[in-house]
C-alpha cells in the first residue's frame, strides 16, 4: 500500500536528475511555472527544463518552499566518508574553519602561503565528512595533496589527472582534468574545495565550478582578486572572503620574519642597445593600443594587438625583450657573488623562464626545479634540500604555488613573469619559521627597464597585503 | 594560440576563413621536410633556432606556425647521452653543494667518476628535456600532401575548439558522427528538413544553454576527421575568436586529413549479436545500420534490419538500448509508430535502467544482460 502512494507520489512529482554538469527537471507538470527557480531555463534543443548543477540545491529548496513534490535523482551525496584523524588545526586555522561554516560552509578562506592552508582544507573534509573533490592547479601539487590527505584519512584517496582517472569519496584532481571531465566528475561530491582558487572566476575554466552538484564550497588562496568583478564572480562560483589574514598579522609566531634588498644593476652596451631597439618597437605600438583602449587592462591591449601583423610584431618583441632581461650579465655575476656569500645557507633562486632556470643551473651548478622535471625526481630533490644535500635551488614557476617547500633562508629573486601576486607567492616560500630566523629576499633589478616599475609594483603588493615586515 | 602567434585564419565581416594548405604550399613544405631531415640526430633546440631564420623557400607564417606543432606532435625525438642525465644531475648538483671546488674542477672529477670527458657529462646533464632531445625520423615517408592535410585539420580543430555550436548537414555516415558526438558527451539533435534531403545534426553541449562556452571545442573539433567519410557535408560552427562570434564553414572537398576507417559495430555487443543471428537465422539477412527513418523533422537510426532472404516484406528493426527510462522507450516507440514501423524490436540492458516504473505496453521489449538472446530474436521475428 505504502508503495502504490509513494509510486503515485513519485509520478506526480517533478524528478531532477544530474546530466553531464546540469541538472536536468522531467515530468514537470502542465501549468507549473518555473519562472524564478533558479537557473533554470527551457532547453528546446531537448525539450526539457535545465540549470547548471552548482543550482541544485537552490533549486530543491524552491521547489519544496512552493510545496512542490519531488523526485531528486541527482546523487551528489553518498553519505558521510569515515575514517578521518584529528588534523590538529592551529588556532587561527580553526578560527578561519569555523567563519566558513558559519558562512554557511561557502567561501574563501585568505591566509599567506607557508601558513597551513592545506590544514584548513582537511579541517573542512574531516569535519563535514561529505564526499570532496580537491582541485589544486598543478600535477605538482596533485600528489602533494593526496599525500596530506592520507596522512588523516585512512582510505585510499582518488586522484584525476597526470593520465590517472581514479574517482573515489575523497579525490584530488587538477584544474585541468576537472575541466574536460567535469560533466562527469560533477556528480559524485557534496563539498568542493578550490586550491589557488584565484584562478577562477576570470572566465577560464570557470564551467567546471558550475558543472558540479556540489553546495559546499571553499577556495583557498594567499593572493584575492582585488579586481571588483573578478571577486563578485568568485563569490558567485565559491562564496564571498570569509577569512582573512596576511602576513604581518602572522609573522613571529607562526612566519618568519624578513628583509628586502634590492640591487639595482646595469645593462651592457650590447643589451642596451638590443633593448633600445626592442623597445621602440612595441612601446610605440603597444601605447597607441593603450591610448584606444585607455581603461584596458594589459590582457585587453594583448588581445587587441594580437589582431594585426604590426600589433603581433610588437607583442613578439616584447617577449624578446622579457627574454633579453630575464637574465642579463650583470643579474649572472651579481648572482654568483650572492651564491658564495650565501654559500651555507639555504637559497633559492626564482627566475622569469624555464631557458634562465636552466641557464642558471648549468652555470653556477644548481638543481632546477621546472614542470620538465619528473615526478620522483622533483621529489628526491626535495628530500635532498631538506637533509641539506642541495643547498640551491633555481625555478621558474614550480616554486610559486603551493608546493610544500623545506625550510629556506634566503631567496634571490632574478626575475619574475607573473607580478605581485607571484612575488608574494614567492616570498612565501622562505617564511616557514624556525628559532631565530630571518629571511633574506634579494630583488635584482635592471635599471632604465620595465624591471623598475614591475619590481616597484610587486612590492607594493607584499604592503598592501599587510606586511610591516619590509 | 598564444596571442603573438601568427594567425592560421581571417575574419571578415561574420566569417571567419581558415588559411588552409593547398597544392602552391607543397614548394615550402618539401623544403621545411628536407630541412627537418637534415637535423634528424640533433638537438631539437638546434631545429627551433635554425627556423628562426627564413628557410630558402618560406612558406607565410600563420601555416608555417601550424605545419610545425604538426611536425612536433608526429616527429619522434630521443635521448642520446652518455651519462643518464638524472644520475649526471643528482651526483654533480649534490657534489657542487658540499665542495668550495671550481666548477672546471668539479666537472672534472663528477666526469671521471663516471669515466667520461666533462663535456660530455655537460652535454648529459639535460639530454632528457624537450630542447634537448635528439630529434628522430618522421614516421613512415611523409609528403608534403599528407603534412598539407594534417596541417589542415589541425588549424580546422583549432578553430572549433573556440566553436560554441556546430549545424552539420550530411548525407551518409550520419549515423556514426551522432554515436560520436553522443560518446563525447555532446546534444546532438538529428533533423532532416525536407524528404529527401540531408540529415542535420545540431551539436553543442547540455552547458551551452547557459553561455557562450568553448567547453565542447575539443569534442566538436574531434568530429571533424570523420567528415571524410560522408558522402557529402556541410559544416557551420560558431566560433568565439577574438571577443566576438564569427562563423567558419567547412563543406565535401575541403582538404581535411581524414579518420580511419569508421568501425563496422558500435560495440562488441552488436558484433555478437551480428554474428549469433547468422548462425541461428541463416536464412535471414543481418542489415548494420540501416537507413535512418525520417519521423516528421526528426531521424531515427535503428541499430539492424533483419530482412528474410527470399521475402523482403518479412523485415524486422532492432534498436539494442543502453540506459533507459519507461518515459525515454514510450518516446522512442512514439517516434516508431509516427513513422509506421510496426515490426520494431527493442533491445534493453537489465542493468542498465534508471527507473523502476513499468515498462510500456504493446511494444516487443527483449531484456538483456551481456549478449543479445540471437535465438529469442528468431522466435520473434519468424
Known sequence: MFGRAQHLLASRAVHLRYDHGTIVLAHVPAGLDLTGAPGVLWDARVGVHRAPASMHAALVRWLRDRAIPLVDRAPGDHGPTTGWFDPGLRDYQAAALCAWELAGRRGVIVLPTGSGKTHVALGAMATTRLPVLCLVPTRVLLEQWQREIAAVYSHPVGCHGDGRHDVRPVTVATYESAYRHMDDLGAHFGLLIVDEVHHFGCGFRDEALEMTLANARLGLTATPPRDAAHASRLAELIGPTVYELAIGDLTGRFLASFDTVVLHLDLTEAERIRYAALSQVFTSTLAELFRVVPQGTWPDVVRAASRTAEGRHALAAWREGRRLLALTDAKRRALQALLARHRDARVLVFTADNASAYAIAREHLIMPLTCDIGRPERDAVLDAFRQGRLRALVSSRVLNEGLDVPDADVGVVVGGALGEREHVQRVGRLLRPSPGKRALVYELVTRHTIEVSQAWRRRQGLVSRRSAQL | ?382
Request: proline share 8%; charged share 30%.
Open chain 2, 1 to 382: 594560440m598564444s596571442a603573438d602567434a601568427p594567425r592560421s585564419y581571417r575574419l571578415l565581416g561574420g566569417a571567419v576563413i581558415p588559411r588552409l594548405l593547398v597544392d602552391s604550399d607543397y614548394p615550402w613544405l618539401r623544403v621545411l621536410l628536407d630541412e627537418r631531415e637534415r637535423f634528424v640526430g640533433r638537438a631539437q633546440r638546434e631545429f627551433d633556432a635554425r627556423l628562426r631564420d627564413p628557410l630558402p623557400v618560406e612558406g607565410p607564417s600563420g601555416k608555417k606556425h601550424v605545419v610545425l606543432r604538426v611536425l612536433a606532435q608526429l616527429g619522434r625525438s630521443e635521448r642520446r647521452s652518455p651519462v643518464p642525465p638524472r644520475h649526471a644531475r643528482r651526483l654533480l648538483f649534490e657534489a657542487a653543494a658540499l665542495t668550495p671546488e671550481s666548477r672546471t674542477a668539479l666537472l672534472a672529477r663528477v666526469a671521471s667518476s663516471f669515466g667520461v670527458a666533462p663535456a660530455e657529462l655537460e652535454g648529459s646533464l639535460f639530454a632528457d628535456l624537450p630542447g634537448e632531445r635528439r630529434l628522430a625520423d618522421l614516421p613512415g615517408s611523409l609528403s608534403p600532401a599528407e603534412l598539407a592535410l594534417r596541417a589542415n585539420l589541425r588549424l580546422i580543430q583549432g578553430l572549433l575548439g573556440r566553436a560554441t555550436g556546430v549545424t552539420l548537414e550530411v548525407e551518409g555516415n550520419a549515423r556514426v558522427l551522432v554515436r560520436l558526438a553522443k560518446l563525447r558527451g555532446l546534444l546532438c539533435i538529428v533533423s532532416r528538413p525536407a524528404p529527401g534531403a540531408e540529415a542535420v545534426l545540431e551539436l553543442s553541449g547540455p552547458l551551452a544553454l547557459f553561455r557562450h562556452t568553448v567547453l565542447y571545442g575539443r569534442a566538436l573539433g574531434s568530429l571533424v576527421p570523420h567528415l571524410a567519410w560522408c558522402q557529402r557535408f556541410r559544416l557551420r560552427a560558431r566560433c568565439l575568436l577574438e571577443d566576438r562570434l564569427a562563423d567558419l564553414q567547412l563543406a565535401t572537398g575541403d582538404p581535411i586529413f581524414p579518420s580511419a576507417e569508421p568501425r563496422r559495430f558500435d560495440s562488441q555487443l552488436e558484433e555478437r549479436f551480428a554474428k549469433d543471428f547468422r548462425k541461428v537465422a541463416p536464412d535471414w539477412d543481418v542489415l548494420r545500420e540501416p537507413e535512418p527513418i525520417p519521423v516528421g523533422a526528426r531521424l531515427v537510426f535503428p541499430d539492424f534490419a533483419l530482412q528474410h532472404r527470399s521475402d523482403h516484406s518479412r523485415r524486422w528493426l532492432v534498436e539494442l538500448v543502453g540506459f533507459w527510462t519507461p518515459d525515454y522507450l514510450r518516446r522512442k516507440l512514439t517516434l516508431y509508430r509516427e513513422a509506421r514501423v510496426p515490426n520494431l524490436i527493442l533491445c534493453i540492458a537489465e542493468d542498465r535502467a534508471c527507473a523502476e516504473e513499468e515498462l510500456p505496453a504493446g511494444a516487443v521489449i527483449l531484456r538483456f544482460r551481456r549478449r543479445v538472446d540471437a535465438t529469442a530474436i528468431r522466435r520473434i521475428v519468424t
